[in-house]
């Protein structure tokens, strides 16, 4: 592409031999630009310069659309097909970078405008009492906003993506249900209150879902989702529906017999296997009660680090989840253990698979005294 020089002619008869020289370009998109330079000299240099960049497709327009813009363009035509609880979390990190970067120009932000955004989110209240945010939440926001400026990339807003630093956090695989707390946890759910129905007691629900998580590896939100029609009793036979998945795609798997037996006993009229009344909070802060029926009460790992509440010392409903991986993991192959637990890239199945194998290895070459071998023989 052609780059030209030019003086303004109404300029040149006020200013003569002093006139500006401009150069005049196309952008790679057709519009039309030009520059004021100054001498002709460093005209000529400036055509040349363009021309090159042109040439190798390197050229970077100036875009001057505000941050304001592109967000109200990405929540109309991106956001809306996402899940609604990836919407919900999209909206609250853009709220949380306008209110701590103040961005004015989309093209102004750069990697050092990422890294101030992330020391001074890491210095904010977290979802405990008396604790800051914790790294693993600063770091899901770090890829959500990375994911929109990739799109306004995309789009022209931005010339080059900026690079994300992680910040730093401790790689846990997070708590798993023991076999002897599933055991007391399921013995004690006669003490359930909720869901109080005419068909079933509330502690067959509650046998019935502790049963499905333990045998299955499915997530809570799955679970409760489960539609009858998509169940076959006799066969084990069950359709997962992307609406109601993780990985927004239709899934087959198959029940074993101790979960269809648990299932068989919810006798209703509802779609749903598992009707839940209440909201969510309602069900977590049950599950709790139960547990403490069950006299279960767990160390909280991080308990210097801010006032522990009620749900520290018990388990959450992924704990099931956890246990399933780990407990399975020498009885299935890895491509059957990523299916049947529907993650999408294989590395998270083998998070699982390293952590049983190290256990067990551990268990196997632990340090064992003369004194205890001697007495076990």
Not at 268 to 278: I, R, T
Not at 290 to 300: E, S, T
């Amino acid at each position: 592409m052609k780059a030209w020089l030019f003086q303004d002619h109404r300029q040149k008869q006020k200013l003569g031999e002093k006139c500006p020289w401009y150069v005049g370009f196309y952008e790679p998109d057709g519009k039309k630009k030009r520059k004021r330079i100054g001498s002709k000299s460093l005209a000529e240099k400036f055509a040349r310069k363009i021309e090159g960049q042109l040439a190798a497709g390197v050229y970077q327009a100036t875009n001057r659309k505000t941050w304001a813009d592109f967000r109200a363009a990405y929540e109309e035509k991106i956001v809306p097909q996402l899940a609604m609880s990836t919407q919900r979390i999209i909206r609250e990190t853009l709220d949380k970078f306008e209110e701590l970067s103040k961005p004015t120009r989309v093209s102004a932000i750069k990697t050092e405008t990422i890294d101030a955004y992330s020391a001074d989110r890491m210095l904010q209240p977290g979802a405990k009492p008396g604790a800051t945010l914790s790294p693993s939440t600063c770091n899901r926001e770090l890829r959500h906003l990375k994911a929109a400026l990739r799109i306004a990339h995309e789009w022209g807003y931005l010339p080059v993506v900026p690079k994300f630093h992680r910040v730093r956090e401790q790689q846990r695989v997070g708590r798993v249900m023991t076999p002897e707390h599933f055991t007391a946890i399921y013995s004690v759910c006669d003490s359930a209150t909720i869901p109080a129905t005419n068909n079933y007691p509330a502690a067959d629900w509650w046998r019935a879902l502790l049963c499905v998580a333990m045998t299955t590896g499915w997530r809570i939100g799955e679970i409760l989702s489960l539609r009858r029609d998509d169940v076959n009793f006799k066969t084990g036979a069950v359709t997962i529906r992307a609406e109601n998945c993780k990985g927004n795609r239709d899934d087959l798997d198959h029940l074993p017999k101790a979960a269809l037996d648990h299932m068989k006993g919810l006798a209703g009229f509802g779609s749903l296997v598992f009707e839940w009344p209440a909201g969510r909070c309602t069900l977590w802060a049950e599950f709790r009660r139960i547990q403490a029926a069950a006299g279960i009460k767990l160390p909280c790992p991080d308990a210097s680090k801010h006032e522990c509440t009620a749900a520290c010392g018990t388990y959450g409903f992924h704990a099931l989840r956890r246990a399933y991986a780990t407990l399975n993991v020498t009885r299935l192959d890895g491509p059957t253990l990523q299916r049947k637990m529907r993650h999408k890239a294989f590395s998270t199945t083998l998070g699982y698979i390293s952590l049983a194998n190290r256990m067990q290895e551990a268990a196997a070459d632990v340090y064992v005294p003369d004194v205890l071998r001697k007495a076990t023989s």
